[in-house]
């Protein structure tokens, strides 16, 4: 029988932990709309592999580098190329806000034929485009990688992913990215998760700062700042000013359970009303033992493997736990644990104390 053990993680906070809430800065709770990273890619080929590269069924890489040699001025067929020193690959990288011509960036290389690693190679010229076409950026360089794969089909050995790599700083921006936030009149705040709550204290905080009407909620998850009406002109400094405001915010309280690896996480606020659990467990058991059906001597039969089944229920007594009205989240813990719940108990109990309506929280189960 498989056992399951069970983590119970309480998310709490002593330091931050505010009377009325958490104390927070605007910019661990929210961002600037527009600066943000945009993702690039690109395709292209690594030489220089120790027989490690595709081989000649992978026909995009003998196209790639035939149409390569060709733009050099040399001329082959595609039929003779031979590859398996080269690998095609994606390559991605992500193009930050405010980037400009000249910016080197991190680019991940990876296979897309069967090359078995990419161990010692170098990556050939490769632009990298954005989602709008545009190159952005080249990448070209060694690559590093994180593992390597070593052996024959009968013994072989293979450390993390072999196939992937990095190369720091291997890209080259060519292009600067569209992003002029100053002639914009005014500013949006990006909530990373939706609240009108934490809106209404974040555009409260930048007014009291500020000492202007500036600030004003459009939705749960936006807060727009009139920027050329604030007494501090200079917009880099003003957002610098804003983003380290500090606000008070109530997290939701919430429940996470995660069946697969037996985590269940309870947020800090989670409250539960007066409720009685009831928890048995019904186990049934079926066993199969193999036998020999001997006869008796001269009888004719035949010696024969019989199988001899049998069934075993057994139920043990229902246990009981009872939360009163407002019980904390160490309440439910114990209870719980004294019943000796498992994995799958805790998923059912917390799913139907819900269900009952006693769990004042969100129940998200992953």
Known sequence: MRRISLLLVLLVSPSLVAQNGIRVLVRDIASIEGVRENSLIGYGLVAG????????????????????????????????????????????????????????????VSSVGDAK?????????????????????????PLSIGGFAAGTSGTSKQVNHPTVG?????????????????????QQLILADQDFPVAQEIAKAINS??????????????????????????????????????????????????ERTGTVV????????????????????????????????????????VEQPSVKAEETKAKRVELREGATVDDLVTGLQTIGASTRDVISILQAIKAAGALRAELEVI
């Open 49 to 108: 592999l120790n027989g490690t590269g595709d081989s000649r069924q992978t026909l995009f890489s003998t196209q790639t580098l035939a149409s390569i040699l060709l733009r050099l001025g040399v001329q082959v067929s595609g039929a003779s190329v031979r590859v398996n020193n080269m690998a095609a690959v994606f390559v991605t990288a992500s193009l930050p806000p405010f980037a400009r011509s000249g910016t080197h960036l991190d680019v991940t």
């Open 266 to 305: 309870i947020g800090r606020d989670v409250k539960l009303g007066a409720v009685s659990i009831l928890q048995g467990n019904l186990t049934i058991e079926i066993s199969t033992e193999m036998g020999v059906s001997q006869p008796p001597a001269f009888s004719g039969g035949e010696t024969k493997r």
């Open 166 to 186: 990095r190369i720091p700083a291997g890209a080259i921006v060519e292009r600067d990215a569209p992003n002029d936030i100053a002639k914009q009149p005014s």
């Open 209 to 258: 700062d500020l000492n202007a009407p500036v600030a004003s909620v459009l939705d749960s998850g936006r807060v727009e700042i009139l920027t050329k009406t604030t007494p501090v002109q200079n917009l880099p400094a003003l957002l610098a000013r804003i983003e380290t405001l500090p606000v008070t915010i109530h997290p939701k309280a919430k429940v996470v359970v995660n």
């Open 117 to 141: 690693s990419l161990d010692g190679g170098m990556l050939l010229l490769t632009v990298l485009r954005g989602a709008d076409g545009q190159v952005y950026a080249t990448a070209q360089g």
